[in-house]
């Protein structure tokens, strides 16, 4: 069994990526397979709306870039979790982008009838924000909702820490440790 972490937080070994691995760290504990993405380390062109009227013959983007890779990574996972700080209200730019690139997948499944993504696999959402403000994971809650949708992830679990701001302010959090750790666990532990 493989699950696929994608950290879409710009700031490495802070506290988007501390609480993905704490997650696979779960999944690992329990015999799967984990990898992780880091977005901001990837060539991903932002949508240009070629996905809105144009798919490969794979139903896919026609851009070649690095969303080649997640699709497949996707493809093959049994369980994936998305990790993204709050950024003005929302996703980071790196999340969204790649979120923005999933259309083509819209696009084949509800306009062409052609589905990409056949296996049915558990998904969770880790959002990090330094405010306190519960707006702000609702509406990066709903974007990734609208993700897992097209590709056939079960919204499985979820984690929001607010007020955490310094690079290694998780480590402060036990219990955000604790949850991350759980929350692997949590999407590991059913089926799809």
Not at 8 to 15: A, E, M, T, V
Not at 25 to 43: P, S, T, Y
Not at 140 to 162: D, M, P, Q, W
């Amino acid at each position: 069994m493989k699950i696929l972490g994608i950290n879409g937080s710009p700031r490495l070994g802070g506290n988007t990526d501390t609480l993905l691995d704490q997650s696979l760290k779960a999944a690992k504990d329990r015999g799967w397979d984990a990898e992780k993405i880091i977005l901001n380390q990837m060539d991903i062109i932002p949508p240009q709306e070629k996905e809105y009227y144009e798919v490969n013959e794979e139903g896919l983007s026609p851009i070649e870039d690095d969303m080649h890779i997640i699709y497949q990574k996707v493809k093959e996972c049994d369980a994936i979790i998305v990790a993204s700080p709050v950024f003005f209200g929302s996703l980071s730019a790196q999340t969204k982008i790649m979120i923005d690139r999933f259309q083509c997948v819209w696009v084949s499944k509800y306009l062409l009838d052609k589905d990409i993504f056949t296996k049915k696999i558990a998904g969770g959402f880790i959002c990090v924000s330094a405010a306190h403000r519960k707006d702000f994971f609702q509406n990066a809650k709903s974007i990734v909702r609208n993700l897992f949708k097209v590709i056939k992830a079960k919204y499985t679990g979820e984690l929001f820490c607010h007020g955490l701001e310094e690079k290694e302010d998780a480590h402060k959090h036990p219990d955000f440790l604790d949850s991350a750790y759980e929350l692997g666990k949590k999407i590991t532990s059913k089926k799809p």
